[in-house]
């Protein structure tokens, strides 16, 4: 079983920076990881993921801005976002997909005041 702990969420005004952390715990092989947000009254959406052998992927709206990378030997994921918008404000949740399975953390709220 994969457990999965975010951390670094909080209130940044716009334009302002943060930056996401996710372990997991044990010494899993994860295959993909990722980042996904919610925001209030929205659906769950993917920000960006990240293979093992470091292909990466991003939504639109975070490209230029957004950068995930990740420690294989920490089994740790990271989210390092610049010049953050009110419209980024969402819980962000983050994901990992292991032996064909995806398991998910509890979330850390991220808040961009205007």
């Known amino acids: 079983q994969v457990q999965l702990v975010e951390s670094g969420g909080g209130l940044v005004p716009a334009g302002g920076s943060l930056r996401l952390s996710c372990a997991a715990s044990?010494?899993?092989?994860?295959?993909?990881m990722g980042w996904y947000r919610q925001a209030p009254g929205k659906q769950r959406e993917l920000v960006a993921r990240i293979a093992s052998r470091m292909s990466t992927n991003y939504a639109d709206s975070v490209k230029g801005r957004f950068t995930i990378s990740r420690d294989n030997a920490k089994n740790t994921v990271y989210l390092q976002m610049n010049s953050l918008k009110p419209e980024d404000t969402a819980v962000y949740y983050c994901?990992?997909?292991?032996?064909?399975?995806?398991?998910w953390g509890k979330g850390t709220l991220v808040t961009v005041s205007s």
């Open positions: 044990g010494t899993f092989s994860l295959n993909v």
């Open positions: 994901t990992a997909n292991w032996r064909g399975m995806d398991y």
